[in-house]
């Protein structure tokens, strides 16, 4: 079936200007997350959407970064005036609800600040 | 929460086994044991996860010694697609975020 997708796969932006990234989750599954990985390095977790529940926004890095999960689906993570240091791959996941269910990734965004 | 100690990288010769350790030591009763890797410039797969037993799926098997403390991955006919990092996770909070580590850097050498 359908796996977790992403878009833009790539996106270059300028220093300060906006940016929107989407998820689209596996069909049926209720957990979403975010996370980012610069280069050469591990993940670093951003956020973790649970059905209705509010978000565990623990990870996001600044109040610069924000995201939303509409009709339990479809994510979007939005980083406001960014950074050079923003650059780096975002990846999303998704899993079913449960406490050890495995978390499918992504195929991430890269997204490049000039 | 549970953290693992994985070699930094392995080379393997293309059609033999890659057996890929992890040290858990500190991993409590209810955990599980995951297994992803990252191929190049591509988003973390899943591979295999266990508790207590062995595991075998399409893609690989997974050995959990009897104390838990450390596991093996094995792949038993190593590709060169299978060059990849390969990461051992003890997920945090009852399977919430993972914490990728270093991971092991897998060469399969022709």
């Known amino acids: 079936g359908a796996g977790v997708s992403q878009s833009p796969s790539n996106k270059v932006t300028e220093k300060g200007k906006d940016v929107e990234l989407r998820c689209d989750p596996i069909s049926g599954h209720t957990a979403l997350y975010w996370y980012r990985q610069s280069l050469g390095q591990g993940l670093e977790f951003l956020i973790y959407f649970q059905g209705n529940s509010a978000p565990d926004k623990s990870g996001l890095p600044s109040d610069r970064f924000s995201a939303e999960r509409t009709g339990g689906s479809v994510s979007t993570l939005t980083i406001q005036r960014t950074q050079q240091e923003d650059s780096a791959v975002y990846l999303c996941?998704?899993?079913?609800?449960?406490?050890?269910?495995?978390?499918?990734f992504g195929p991430g965004t890269r997204l490049l600040v000039l | 929460d549970a953290k693992t100690t994985q070699p930094t990288s392995m080379d393997c010769a293309e059609g033999r086994a890659a057996n890929l350790p992890c040290n858990h030591s500190?991993?409590?009763?209810?955990?599980?044991v995951y297994w992803y890797r990252q191929i190049h410039s591509q988003g973390p797969q899943y591979i295999i996860h266990?508790?207590?037993n062995n595991e075998t799926n399409e893609m690989a098997s997974l050995i959990i010694t009897e104390d838990r403390k450390s596991s093996t991955l094995i792949l038993p006919h190593a590709t060169l697609r299978d060059t990849a990092v390969y990461y051992c996770i003890v997920p945090q909070n009852a399977g919430n975020m993972l914490t990728f580590g270093g991971g092991t850097r897998l060469m399969v050498k022709p």
């Open positions: 500190t991993i409590s009763g209810n955990e599980y």
């Open positions: 266990g508790l207590k």
């Open positions: 996941a998704s899993r079913t609800s449960g406490g050890q269910e495995t978390q499918y």
